[in-house]
């Protein structure tokens, strides 16, 4: 093998290393999940959230209503920082599909992506 051809496939080597890093590093939903109060007319949408960590839902009220259109499936949970509570571990929603809570019961908080 001749010393430049060395050098190209060693550089293409690190240039493909380099960008499968830096993509997942800023995985995210790749679609939107819209949530909705009891009752309420006011929607609110998260497009292409971060993969990572716990996302509060920013409905005053929380959440009733929420409608999964990524293509990564959600849980969501009754507490603002995702944590389990009286051992439920949350509500699972799949991609491309919907929930609503019971009537009597509290709203959603907040949500994690299963990924």
Known sequence: ????????VTTGAAVLLLAATACSADRTTVGSLSFRAHDSPVEITYANTPVQGCHRIGLPR????VENHTLVDVILYRTPDCRKVDGADGIYVPTDSSNVTAPDSLP???FSVVH
């Not at 093998?1 to 190209?8: D, E, K």
């Not at 929380?62 to 209503?65: I, K, L, P």
Request: hydrophobic share 40%.
């Open 1 to 8: 093998m001749s010393p430049f051809r060395r050098i190209g």
């Open 62 to 65: 929380g959440a009733a209503h």
């Open 108 to 110: 959603w908080r907040s």
